[in-house]
């Protein structure tokens, strides 16, 4: 599978949009708002730049995207107020890979800079707005170009399924699963632990090109707080879905072989495997890792009474999953059979709601670049 080409979020505002769906992300965005503003005012208490390089990295599209920019803009416009001086000069890039529904992005932005004109007196000629596809695993902007960068919820997904799991290895090594399971052979551990320490060592690679000295990052993603990979809280939400592939086997709806050649591109680290890769690479301070836990439906929307009553939980999760996981399981399995497998999905969902409250981990890392 081509990471790069295959994997968005389910484009549009329709009812499996990733717009729709991302109570979790936007759940995850708001936990870790405390450490995005301490980040960016360390920042701007060191020396306050005529221009501030800004980058939200796997921005996706839909609601979370401008709550970020927002979110960052509101910081450093009410630093700046305190301090009596002007707004300076933002540079505000929004990465994602390339089949992201960047159009969405740009449709919003005329909005967004008519409330900044109108809220913050912030206009064209002082914030600057643009989309940046391609991939994070790779250098992305000009040499010590950016001061601040953000991204939330984006880097378990890995450059690539390990060489070793993909589909066009000639023997399948993890039959049944999609990603690491309790019955995973050693091997299938040790090869997505391997892509994840290349792929996150050269996201600080990049990065440490691209940040000036003494810039600020501030990341969060998927991650589990045991040493062991597979544990529940990392492992149950593919489990279950790969359960439902393999319903859809034993009813001879999908071939056997299908499932067998197919491995999820992505990694939940724990802490220790973090610091390691960070300490390897050696151009950041960790200011700060924890682990936050936010509900697998992100908790319930008390606002919209009609969706908690008519939508069970298994349902906003299922939707959520597939908001995001859908392109990739399309390309592996044909558009076909999306709709039956995820109705199973929910009902997996369901029952196992009903028996258990899981969570999922999110990691939050605050880095520092040296120099
Ligand atoms: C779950 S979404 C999170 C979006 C948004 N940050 C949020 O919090 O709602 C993950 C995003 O990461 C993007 N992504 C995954 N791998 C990437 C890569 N290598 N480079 C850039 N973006 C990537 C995906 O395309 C997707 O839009």
Redesign the pocket.
């Known amino acids: 599978m081509e ?2 080409q295959v ?3 389910n484009k549009g505002t329709g009812e499996t949009s ?1 717009a729709k769906n ?1 109570r979790v ?2 759940k ?2 708001s936990i870790t708002k405390p450490v995005t503003e301490e980040a960016l005012l360390d920042l701007l208490c060191k020396k306050f730049p005529e221009s501030l390089g800004i980058a ?7 609601p ?2 401008l709550s ?1 920019i927002s979110e960052i803009i509101d910081v450093i416009y009410a630093k700046c107020c305190d301090l009596g001086i002007s707004t300076p000069e933002l540079k505000i890039s929004l ?3 390339y ?2 529904d960047f159009n969405d992005i740009f449709g919003s932005l005329p909005a967004l800079y008519k409330k900044l004109k109108e809220e913050k007196g912030v206009g064209f000629g002082q914030c600057f707005i643009s989309g940046v596809p ?4 790779g250098r992305l902007f000009p040499s010590k170009s950016i001061h601040f960068v953000h ?5 378990h ?1 890995l ?1 690539q399924v390990p060489p070793e799991l993909d589909s066009k290895a000639s023997t399948a090594i993890n039959k049944g699963r999609i990603y690491i399971s309790k019955t995973s052979p050693q091997s299938v551990l040790d090869s997505y632990l391997l892509q994840f320490q290349k792929d996150f060592s050269l996201f600080l690679k990049s990065r440490s090109d691209e940040i000036v000295p003494g810039g600020r990052m501030v990341l969060s993603f998927m991650g589990r707080r045991s040493m062991d990979p597979t544990t529940v809280e990392s492992i149950h939400q593919w489990e279950l879905l790969a359960q439902a592939l393999m319903n859809m086997v034993s009813e001879g709806l999908v071939l056997e072989e299908k499932v067998d050649t197919f491995n999820a591109p992505y990694y939940g680290p724990c802490a220790e495997e973090l610091e390691l890769e960070i300490q390897k690479e050696g151009s950041f301070i960790m200011d700060r890792l924890e682990a936050v836990e936010v509900d697998w439906d992100g908790g319930a929307d008390m606002s919209n009474t009609t969706e908690t009553v008519t939508v069970s939980s298994g349902q906003r999760v299922a939707k959520a999953i597939r908001a ?1 996981v859908e392109s990739m399981l399309e390309s592996h399995f044909g558009r076909d059979i999306m709709d039956d497998l995820f109705r199973r999905h929910v009902e997996l969902v369901d029952k196992h709601l009903a028996k258990t409250r899981t969570k999922y981990i999110s990691l939050v890392i605050y880095l520092i670049r040296k120099g």
Do not use: R
């Not at 991204?151 to 880097?155: A, G």
């Open positions: 990471v790069k994997l968005h979020m990733y991302s992300q936007s995850i965005i939200d990295l796997g921005c996706s599209s839909g979370n995207t970020v990465n994602d890979l089949s992201n391609g991939s994070f695993y991204s939330s919820s984006s880097l997904w450059s995001v």
